[in-house]
């Protein structure tokens, strides 16, 4: 198997894109040591890029860095603004690998809350249809803390989904989903790429580079480098 | 049994430590107390007495309510109670009596430090020299033991002995004021009667050993006494920093709010979209305070009635109202509605602070008002509405503080770290106001401060 070879990722003309998202020299440090070093990447819009390497490698903690949820160095916009400000915030949504739901509201009421707290009421709606498409329509009215981990997981991509945010930040999503959310969510992925937003997961499943029609980009002892697409 | 398990203690004592070292210790630490009681000085302006059986009858109430909490059995067992319970020819009752004695013994030196304690810092505080307590405390913690064993069994008797109790605290509250000014006879009377009962309600749970044998707790009793060794193995693990306590901590928290039965059926229609993220963030913390365990609701209303009648009987100024403030710390915690935190949401601050503030302190002002409102009625003094207001003044700043602090240390507002720099926010802010003014300056003072930086601080 022949190597691929990296490609630069930097914006060539050295402006911020405004329809993307974009990193410069982003590193990350935990306790002196370099988990992600001068990472630089650019994601325009309509793409799907699969994050993928070993295990510690730094995908996660590219995907937090991402989400404002780590401190880093350098520079991360997403279109045209930065993670922590409120028009960052409201442009992604984050989905962990062991996924945050709020404890004391039902899974209906998460899709209430989270409606008015992104100031799109029209997603309660389409997380309901969500939640009906990832076969949680009858268990909507109980405590997320009373469903399996795949269930929770599902919780949160329906919620993720339904805000219909530019950027989705998705740590390892297909690991704790059964052969039919599987499809589902591949499919919902590829229709957002269409539609011209971006999806940045993290996976070591090999074949979703083909379903997902997504561009590989590897991470590798604190380094990023894209490799086909 | 019981004289050889009490002769075998005696000599271990006696080998280990030595009775005389014992008694030597023991005399010397009575004095001291006794000492330490003794020349206490009390406060320059001391509080009104009126509301020291308020104060105590409060305490005692929120003891045995507390009760009810409990999801543990209240006495655990060994190895070796199964092997005796289910192996030798004796009774249930004989052979955890030497257990029962030990634990009620232990509940009634509990009972007595919390009384000295009580009886020290009443003579510092209100300026009355009340040595009952001491007695009242014993009694009470006896009663409370004996109780918290019948309601575990689900016993019928524990509900009688739990009005009693709250009968007499009532009394307590009703008459407490005259028998403290005439010579100390309430009190006395009190602590005579807790001890009663808590003799009886002992002698009933021991009793009940043999009748319902075998009483559910023996099992759940072995079964913490083991999981209590894993505790403590997984106590030293977390300190070696093998294991992570917050993960633990989180898990056990989701089950407990899914198993709660019911919770999800109490319901609150979502806010119109108009109303933003502020709607959003307020309707969550609203949600939670209605879904908050039913105990804790009467326990914050009890808290609020506290502050308002220590407030009503007249406690403005100077290091009791600091003290006040802090108080109102715990209340501002239940008051305080969830943290929206680790989560990236695209919340203002002010959409955040005030949407977490604005339920708990609009039920604070309802029930404020319905304290003063009452005391009015039943023809209290003219400045009844006064205290509510300040009162309220006290929370709300208590309150915003502790968001303030939470969000500021990213960490849960039921964590001593956000309570700790919240109540030294409060505190400080309410000594600096009480030097510049009496009680209409500390609640315009408060309230501007609790209100402004609601809209400005981050």
Same mark, same amino acid.
């Given at each position: 198997m022949s190597q691929p070879t990296p490609r630069t990722t930097k914006a060539t003309d050295g402006s911020a894109p405004q329809e993307g998202v974009e990193l410069q020299d982003v590193s990350v440090v935990f306790g002196g040591e370099a %988990?992600? @070093?001068?990472v630089d990447l650019l994601l325009p819009a309509g793409r799907t890029a699969l994050l993928r390497g070993p295990n510690g490698a730094g995908k996660s903690t590219l995907l937090r860095a991402i989400a404002g949820l780590l401190p880093f160095k350098g520079e991360i916009l997403l279109f045209g603004a930065r993670p922590r400000t409120l028009e960052g915030r409201a442009a992604f949504a984050f989905v962990a690998d062991v996924p945050t739901l709020f404890e004391d509201l039902t899974v209906r009421e998460h899709a209430a809350f989270l409606s008015r707290a992104y100031a799109r009421p029209e997603s309660e709606e389409r997380t309901l249809a969500w939640y009906e498409r990832f076969e949680l329509a009858e268990r %909507?009215?109980?405590? =997320?803390? !009373?469903?399996?981990r795949g269930m929770r997981h599902k919780a949160a991509l329906a919620l993720a989904l339904g805000l219909e945010p530019d950027l989705l930040l998705l740590d390892e999503?297909?690991? !704790?989903?059964?052969a039919d959310a599987r499809v589902t969510l591949g499919e919902a992925l590829r229709q957002r790429a269409q539609d011209g937003r971006i999806n940045l997961l993290s996976a070591h499943d090999q074949s979703l580079e083909r379903d997902l029609e997504a561009e590989v980009v590897e991470v590798r002892g604190g380094h990023v480098s894209r490799l086909r697409g | 049994m019981l004289r050889r398990r009490v002769g075998r203690g005696y000599h271990w004592v006696g080998r280990t430590f030595g009775w005389s070292t014992i008694i030597y210790l023991v005399f010397w630490i009575a004095l001291f107390v006794v000492g330490g009681v003794q020349s206490a000085a009390p406060i320059e302006h001391p509080l009104p007495v009126a509301a020291l059986p308020i104060a105590l009858d409060a305490l005692a109430l929120l003891a045995l309510v507390s009760v009810s909490l409990q999801r543990s059995p209240p006495v655990v067992l060994g190895r070796s109670h199964a092997m005796l319970l289910g192996?030798?020819?004796?009774p249930a009752q004989r052979v955890l009596r030497p257990r029962l004695l030990g634990f009620f013994a232990s509940r009634v030196v509990v009972g007595a430090v919390v009384g000295t304690a009580a009886w020290l810092l009443v003579t510092i505080l209100f300026a009355v020299s009340v040595p009952a307590l001491v007695a009242l405390g014993a009694g009470l913690w006896l009663l409370r033991a004996a109780l918290a064993m019948l309601v575990y069994e689900r016993r019928r008797v524990a509900l009688p002995l739990a009005l009693l109790a709250s009968a007499l605290a009532a009394l307590g509250a009703a008459s407490g004021a005259l028998g403290f000014e005439q010579g100390a006879a309430a009190p006395v009377l009190a602590a005579v009667a807790a001890s009663a009962l808590g003799l009886l309600a002992a002698v009933a749970a021991y009793a009940y050993q043999g009748a319902g044998y075998p009483a559910g707790y023996l099992f759940d009793a072995m079964v913490v006494a083991e999981f209590r060794a894993s505790v403590l193995m997984a106590v030293m693990t977390q300190s070696a920093g093998a294991l992570r306590r917050r993960g633990t901590t989180t898990r056990t928290r989701r089950r407990a709010k899914g198993r *709660?039965?019911?919770? @999800? *059926?109490?319901r609150l229609p979502a806010p119109s979209a108009e109303y933003g993220a502020l709607g959003a963030v307020a309707w969550r913390s609203a949600l939670s305070l209605l879904r908050a365990p039913l105990l804790m609701k009467v326990a914050l209303l009890a808290a609020l009635g506290y502050v308002y009648a220590m407030l009503s009987a007249g406690v403005v100024g100077g290091l009791p109202l600091a003290v006040l403030g802090l108080a109102a710390g715990f209340l501002a915690s239940w008051l305080l509605g969830p943290s929206v935190e680790p989560a990236p949401l695209p919340l203002d601050p002010f959409a955040r602070g005030g949407g977490r503030v604005l339920p708990g302190l609009f039920a604070a002002a309802v029930l404020f008002a319905v304290f003063a409102t009452v005391r009015s009625a039943t023809?209290? =003094? @003219?400045?009844s509405g006064e205290a509510g207001l300040l009162g309220f003044a006290l929370v709300a700043l208590a309150t915003v503080t502790l968001e303030k602090a939470s969000s500021w240390l990213h960490v849960s507002h039921r964590e001593w770290t956000a309570w700790g720099l919240s109540g030294l926010l409060s505190g400080t802010l309410l000594w600096v106001l009480s030097a510049l003014g009496g009680p209409g300056v500390i609640t315009l003072g408060a309230l501007g401060l609790a209100f402004g930086s609601l809209l400005v601080l981050p």
């Open positions: %988990v992600l @070093a001068d %909507v009215d109980e405590f =997320p803390g !009373t469903h399996s999503p297909f690991n !704790t989903l059964d | 192996l030798s020819p004796w *709660r039965s019911g919770s @999800a *059926r109490l023809g209290g =003094p @003219a400045g």
